[in-house]
């Protein structure tokens, strides 16, 4: 059998432009090029910990 491993959707919904650097380093850490932009992320503590961090600028569905 196939592990399957926990999935998290998450999307860029609000603009980092006028907040800190380390904000601006998390949304591109976590992939996000373009607002409105949805990812496919592993649901890992490093990745909740990241989207924590951004949490006022994404939105998270959870699969």
């Known amino acids: ?3 399957q491993t926990k ?26 090029k373009r607002l409105g932009e949805t990812r496919e992320l592993a649901d890992t503590p490093a990745i909740r910990g990241m989207i924590r961090k951004v949490a006022h600028l994404v939105v998270v569905e959870e699969n």
């Open 1 to 3: 059998m196939a592990t």
């Open 7 to 32: 999935t998290v959707r998450v999307t860029y919904r609000k603009s980092a432009i006028g907040y800190k650097k380390d904000q601006k380093a998390t949304i591109a850490a976590l992939g996000f």
